[in-house]
T-cell receptor
């Protein structure tokens, strides 16, 4: 069974640009979550989608947005990039139904570097 | 709010030594608890989980018991190998909250 696939693996952008990251969940998983990992702040939750609806959102500015498609694939967009956005962005998927707490399975991440 | 506190390390051990990484949490209700491991250049892998008080999660020789009375979920392994060198994260997720709250991570290095 294929795992969570994130593309691209590496990205280099400059300040002010925007970027879109992609995540394909494990087949059958309907929940996709995004996390930012930095040495200073650790792992921080960005948002979670289930059946194309955002169910939870972390404390990030509006420059960070996401969406989920009908096939459960998800994209994350960051506009007006800042140096502090340099991080490893991790996507995770799970079955996600209500009333359960299925573990999340992570991809290998997209390493975003802002110059 | 929900939070996880774990010993930050780094922890350096010799092969076959005993490993303990302490993890305590603050949460409302009865969250599920997890340990994840991250190897260099990779994402997080689920190591083990526990969903209710007194549950013991175990995998690959690692164990952790959900202790509600002490709000703890300490990770243990009786005999570590060089291949266990990684960063270990304790995490919690309240039911129907749809997000993980992570500890800061503990870097473990095992020497041959």
């Amino acid at each position: 069974k294929a795992g969570v696939t994130q593309t691209p693996r590496y990205l280099i952008k400059t300040r002010g640009q925007q970027v879109t990251l992609s995540c394909s969940p494990i087949s059958g998983h309907r929940s996709v979550s995004w996390y930012q990992q930095t040495p200073g702040q650790g792992l921080q939750f960005l948002f979670e989608y289930f059946s194309e609806t955002q169910r939870n959102k972390g404390n990030f500015p509006g420059r960070f947005s996401g969406r989920q498609f009908s096939n459960s694939r998800s994209e994350m967009n960051v506009s007006t990039l800042e140096l502090g956005d340099s991080a490893l962005y991790l996507c995770a998927s799970s079955l996600g139904g209500q009333g359960s707490n299925q573990p999340q399975h992570f991809g290998d991440g997209t390493r975003l570097s802002i110059l | 709010g929900n939070s996880v506190t774990q010993m930050e390390g780094p922890v350096t051990l010799s092969e076959e030594a005993f490993l303990t990484i302490n993890c305590t949490y603050t949460a409302t209700g009865y969250p599920s608890l997890f340990w994840y491991v991250q190897y260099p250049g990779e994402g997080l892998q689920l190591l083990l989980k526990a969903t209710k008080a007194d549950d013991k999660g175990s995998n690959k020789g690692f164990e952790a018991t959900y202790r509600k009375e002490t709000t703890s979920f300490h990770l243990e392994k009786g005999s570590v190998q060089v291949s266990d060198s990684a960063v270990y994260f304790c995490a919690l997720s309240p039911l129907d909250d749809y997000k993980l709250s992570f500890g800061a991570g503990t870097t473990v290095t095992v020497r041959a």
